[in-house]
């Protein structure tokens, strides 16, 4: 059988849910109230980094084949410490075509950039300039002489990663975006089967050249 609450028992029940309700509101209040006085203080660690997104295109120019890759599109997601200018990113990038011709014989590969570990940089604060190292491994396949495929493995790629520092071009903006440019080497390559000799005389080298093009920045989707 139910036990009768009394109209005394009812209104010290909901005087405490109450209470609940209200206390929450006011922790709510305090931790928002505290963390903007520490942003607008300047404390250290109080700001989050800022997230940002752009669309990624480009071209880049080996040497060595003397041949041009279109790179994108892609992304890249950066976050910036806006009060020392650091930033990390992660780069984005499809697989590129590319085609040449070796004594006068084409030949077409597909690259596949591999980013080992994140994109780091900084961001000139006062100018808007940005420059970024990141450390690519680049992996072949899909290699045709004359047409033919010529096997390369599941693991064709370079001995370590590719260091590719790039800097802002003029015009170039945080929130807009711009071109960024630089030049690289290419490491030689390892487990290309038989064709490992013939890529190491025309890939690696120095010299290549790298033109990113950052399109308008968006904030990341929650």
């Known amino acids: 059988m139910k036990r009768m609450l009394s109209g005394t028992t009812r209104g010290r029940r909901a005087a405490g849910r109450a209470g609940v309700a209200i206390a929450a509101t006011l922790g709510c ?6 963390s903007a006085q520490a942003e607008g203080s300047g404390e250290a660690g ?3 980094p800022v997230r940002l997104d752009y669309p990624l295109s480009g071209t880049t120019h ?3 084949p003397g041949s041009d890759l279109t790179l994108g599109p892609g992304a890249l997601k950066s976050s910036t410490d806006m009060t020392t200018g650091a930033l990390t990113a ?11 011709k070796a004594l006068g014989i ?5 690259t596949e950039f591999i980013e080992e570990e994140p994109t780091t940089g900084t961001l000139d604060l006062d100018a808007g300039s940005v420059k970024t190292t990141s450390r690519l491994t680049l992996r072949l396949k899909n290699l045709k002489v004359a047409g033919l495929p010529m096997p390369v493995g599941p693991h064709c790629k370079t001995r370590t990663p590719a260091v590719i520092d790039l800097a802002s071009e003029d015009g170039f903006s945080v929130f807009g975006g711009g071109k960024l440019s630089g030049t690289y080497t290419i490491p030689k390559f390892e487990h290309c089967l038989l064709a490992t000799p013939v890529i190491n005389s025309m890939v690696p080298g120095d ?3 790298i033109t990113l093009t950052l399109g308008k920045a968006t904030a990341p989707a929650p």
């Open 29 to 34: 209040f305090a931790l928002t109230t505290v």
């Open 46 to 48: 109080a700001a989050a």
């Open 90 to 100: 992660e780069t984005q990038l499809p697989d590129a075509q590319g085609s040449f």
């Open 106 to 110: 084409p030949v077409s590969v597909t």
């Open 62 to 64: 080996l040497s060595g």
């Open 207 to 209: 010299g290549n050249t």
